[in-house]
């Protein structure tokens, strides 16, 4: 009689889980797909159908009724834990693809980049002025001074006044004596005298000679 009180207990506690594990599976298909989702309620509805066993029922058989309960307890647990693993590896599979693509960008972003910086044209470089060495000429660079023409000036001559010798002038004036008044006053004026103009023959004759 303990025994039987035993088995009938068990048996409850069997249902009991039962119920509990279609309950839970029933929540976990709401955020399965379709077709998953359609599998575990068909389970849990089984599992509910077990747990729901009459009380002469458990009461009569109970080893039976826990066999069947604890049955309909592992196909849940087995559905569900396959359907859990199975949607891991395909979110892991996701997970890793979308790493891929953008591993993938990443290195065709990079490669257009270079490409863009390669065909780019390159500033010119500015050229660096070489420093002339110690003691080196510097080249003059200032711009160059036209030298303006200056009109050429003609110094102004100065007629020399004939120096006469003694001699010269003693044949000078016996020469002079034979030349008229005019040809008197012209070479007085050659030999750049003033005054002349009124003077006598005799009076010319005696300038001339001096």
Do not use: C, N
């Amino acid at each position: 009689m303990a025994k039987t009180k035993k088995a009938v207990k068990s048996a409850h506690a069997a249902l009991d889980a039962a119920a509990e594990a279609a309950k839970d599976a029933k929540r976990l298909s709401r955020t399965l797909p379709k077709k998953d989702a359609k599998k575990l309620r068909d389970l849990a509805a089984e599992a509910k159908d077990v747990a729901g066993a009459k009380k002469k029922k458990v009461e009569r058989s109970p080893r039976k009724v826990e066999k069947k309960a604890v049955a309909a307890i592992g196909r849940l647990e087995k559905a569900a834990g396959k359907i859990e693993k199975r949607l891991a590896a395909e979110a892991d599979a996701a997970k890793q693809a979308s790493e891929k693509a953008a591993k993938a960008a990443k290195k065709a972003a990079a490669k257009t980049a270079e490409k863009d910086a390669k065909e780019a044209p390159r500033p010119e470089r500015e050229q660096t002025p070489v420093p002339a060495p110690v003691g080196a000429a510097i080249p003059d660079v200032s711009p160059a001074v036209i030298p303006t023409a200056k009109r050429a000036t003609k110094p102004a001559t100065k007629r020399a006044t004939p120096v006469r010798t003694r001699s010269q002038t003693a044949g000078s004036s016996a020469d002079l004596s034979t030349l008229t008044v005019v040809q008197l006053r012209a070479q007085a004026r050659e030999r750049g005298l003033s005054g002349y103009t009124r003077l006598t023959k005799a009076q010319l004759l005696d300038l001339l000679s001096v």
